[in-house]
């Protein structure tokens, strides 16, 4: 089932919010201070691509909040504004309840992506 939730995922706007990661994974990666968190970002756009089937747990210390900080004034706001509002126009309605759920997992990654763990359902 999940397979099938990927597909008309992508048909739905998943490509754009996992397009959305992959730009910020290569604007953050032209420095080279940049290139950890641009690596992370490859990972989520991985998750922003396929997110059916996976469930995010938040871990983290000072570390984490430190470059969440940094993500959230550069990438995270812009991330997370246009996968919170793809959702709301899914969850208009019922067949889209569950694509705007994902949008919405994937709006609260983009705000504090660092420490998030990415586990298989």
């Not at 246009?82 to 019922?94: A, D, I, K, P, R």
């Amino acid at each position: 089932m999940s397979f099938l939730g990927n597909i008309v995922w992508l048909l739905c706007g998943g490509l754009l919010s996992g397009l959305g990661w992959l730009i910020a994974g290569l604007i953050w990666c032209v420095s080279v201070v940049g290139i950890p968190i641009g690596v992370q970002c490859f990972k989520f756009a991985r998750l922003s691509f396929m997110p059916f089937g996976k469930e995010v747990v938040y871990e983290g210390g000072a570390v984490s909040f430190l470059v969440n900080v940094a993500w959230f004034l550069i990438s995270g706001i812009e991330l997370a504004i246009v996968n919170f509002l793809l959702g709301v126009l899914l969850t208009v309605t019922v067949v889209g309840i569950p694509f705007g759920k994902q949008f919405f997992k994937i709006a609260k990654l983009a705000l504090a992506p660092f420490g998030a763990q990415i586990y298989r359902l």
